[in-house]
């Protein structure tokens, strides 16, 4: 059974491909095209999972789309005819665009298809599940769980915006569903928007300026009242309400009325550019420390429905590491899987998966020892061939290493002087964070190393944080955590035994100073709350930064690097050898990895392009 699944139009499109139930591959568009969170249909990423697959499109039984498109503008007609007159110039501008794309969506679809290869329209199934029984699909099917609660929790799919599902002996029934436009993603969103974040983009961001608010502060819970007061009624199963009389995102082109929240909180809509103060970091803790509560409620009313040990996460919220480590630590299930493509690229997954198991009932087994998901390295992989001709092209010098632990071995030296490292190995990470082989490297030891990469790599805010990778079998030694942790998505403290005692009067430190303060023996990693967001690396899924890790911990004695995406602000993570030469040369990093190739700063010819990556790609 061949099964192609596909999520486009919204953002983050991406491809996937599945065989008998196995995962292929899959990818994102926007690696290819190089446009962030590109929404565009995803014919190379298509083409991709074809061509790794050994497939043509005549071979598949069915190609499914992630959500029902006509519910989507039912859904959309009933919000506009509700609110008016409200929401006029909102609607001339949108439905014409539905009517011509969405509307006609499986004629799109096809149309796109038959620019790939051809195929007979009749023998070939095109179907459309449900955007969240998507999301249900692909983070539990890939979980090793028989037995599962299965929370969804985003923005808005076609009215459902949060749904409890029980997965039960290879089938998922819906028990429960929120719906537009009451949503704690939309709810999470509007806040990143007001504190001057891109919405479906930045919201990652505020969970990283959250930890700057100062807790013992009187305006946390003051914001907190307020918002509980006047934005939103919090219900005992974790269920919301949202004032729509604060919102704009219904009917309208902004996320919130912004007089009014500009009424509501003291001060004004902050602008992407403007400096972060602490009311900003102060507002931010308030609506992270609610979304966090409100998780936990939803996974105990899903306990309660289920009565399973084990849960399964994805949608977007799904992507809040912190209070997905808070749901951990809240013990109301033993066990937690979350998709490592929880937002709607991994509906694209999600989607075949559902057609496999629920569309033709396929035999679901579970014989894996920790998922389904191969460690999430499911994109294009590099040859020799593919690093020789990229450095051809640029002229650039190398060093080979015929023997990889010898690379290894070097990498792991090279970090310990403080340099930073591009890291390119195998195959490209499908979902947001990059794993081990699309990445950034640097020492965690190093109280500069933070500052470098923010401001000399990256060029972004100086407030993110960065991750550690860790030996799987070490992280108890450096975390208050003794579980798995692949995919970086849970948050948690790091250990007492190498946290530094804070001075007093830290919490009523300004941003910039908190931010410089040495806070553990690991300062490039541990966030400004002591916190760091984990990712746990094993040598059956990655062995070759498994074992540069481990080399670094012979020199140093700790088996944890910093890792952050190999990218620069406002640009999708580097897919190949070239994507990741140009970005090596336009950023101050020192050293490039590549396969079995290492590339020296110092040894390259003068960078000849403009370095306009600032114009290029759009600032996030």
Same mark, same amino acid.
């Given at each position: ?5 596909? +999520? ?299 009565? +399973? ?175 798995? +942790? ?135």
């Amino acid at each position: 059974m061949n099964i192609l699944g596909i +999520s486009a139009f919204y953002h983050d499109s991406a491809a996937s491909i599945i065989q008998d139930g196995k995962i292929i591959a899959a990818a994102q568009e926007e690696r290819f095209t190089r446009k962030k969170h590109d929404p565009g249909f995803p014919s190379n990423a298509i083409k991709f999972c074809l061509e790794y697959s050994g497939l043509e499109l005549k071979d598949l039984d069915a190609i499914v789309f992630y959500d029902k498109p006509l519910l989507k503008f039912e859904r959309l007609l009933e919000t506009y005819y509700a609110f008016a007159p409200k929401g006029l110039k909102s609607f001339i501008t949108s439905i014409p665009v539905w009517i011509k794309e969405k509307m006609f969506l499986k004629r799109l679809i096809h149309e796109e298809l038959e620019n790939i290869g051809k195929y007979d329209k009749k023998k070939t199934k095109l179907l459309f599940p449900e955007h969240h029984l998507s999301h249900a699909a692909s983070a539990y099917y890939p979980s090793p769980f028989e037995d599962s609660a299965i929370l969804t929790i985003d923005g808005v799919g076609e009215w459902a915006t949060a749904s409890i599902c029980h997965g039960e002996k290879g089938n998922i029934k819906i028990l429960k569903e929120m719906r537009f436009p009451h949503s704690l993603g939309l709810l999470y969103s509007a806040f990143t928007y007001f504190l001057g974040f891109r919405v479906n983009s930045g919201e990652y961001k505020l969970m990283g300026l959250a930890p700057y608010g100062n807790p013992v502060s009187p305006d946390i819970k003051k914001y907190v009242d307020t918002i509980k007061k006047d934005l939103v009624s919090i219900k005992k199963d974790g269920s919301i309400w949202l004032n729509q009389d604060y919102f704009d995102y219904a009917t309208g082109l902004k996320m919130v009325n912004e007089s009014k929240w500009e009424a509501l909180f003291g001060f004004k809509t902050r602008k992407p550019e403007d400096e972060l103060l602490q009311h900003h970091c102060n507002l931010g803790l308030a609506i992270q420390q609610i979304t966090e509560d409100v998780v936990v409620m939803m996974a105990q009313e899903a306990k309660r429905l289920t009565g +399973s040990e084990n849960i399964c996460l994805a949608g977007g919220v799904a992507l809040n590491c912190v209070s997905n480590g808070k749901l951990q630590k809240s013990g109301v299930f033993k066990n937690v899987f979350i998709q490592p493509a929880a937002g709607d690229a991994g509906g694209a997954l999600g989607a075949a998966l559902a057609v496999n198991y629920i569309y033709y009932k396929q035999d679901r087994v579970v014989d894996y020892k920790m998922d389904a998901m191969e460690g999430s390295y499911l994109g294009p992989t590099i040859s020799d061939l593919d690093v020789e001709l990229m450095s051809k092209k640029y002229k650039a010098q190398y060093q080979y290493f015929e023997n990889f632990d010898d690379l290894a071995a070097k990498t792991a030296d090279l970090l310990t002087k403080e340099n930073v490292i591009g890291w390119v190995q195998g195959k490209m990470e499908f979902g947001p964070r990059a794993l081990g082989a699309r990445s950034i490297l640097g020492d965690p030891r190093s109280p500069e190393m933070q500052k470098k990469l923010n401001l000399k790599i990256k060029y972004r805010e100086s407030f993110r944080p960065f991750a550690p990778s860790v030996l799987a079998e070490d992280v108890s030694k450096m975390f208050d955590y003794d579980g798995i +942790s692949p995919y970086m998505l849970l948050v948690h403290p790091v250990a007492d035994a190498i946290k530094k005692t804070l001075p007093e009067g830290y919490d009523d430190m300004n941003l910039r100073d908190k931010l410089y303060h040495l806070r553990s023996d690991l300062p490039s990693i541990t966030h400004i709350d002591f916190s760091a967001r984990i990712q746990t690396v094993h040598s059956e899924t990655n062995p070759r930064y498994y074992k540069m890790i481990e080399e670094f911990k012979k020199i140093t004695g700790m088996g944890v690097v910093v890792n952050t995406s190999f990218n620069v602000r406002g640009e999708p993570i580097v897919m190949t050898p070239n994507d990741a030469y140009r970005c090596f040369m336009r950023t101050e990093m020192d050293y490039l990895v590549v396969g079995n190739f290492l590339f020296s700063k110092t040894d390259q010819p003068e960078w000849q392009e403009k370095d306009n990556w600032q114009e290029e790609f759009v600032l996030d």
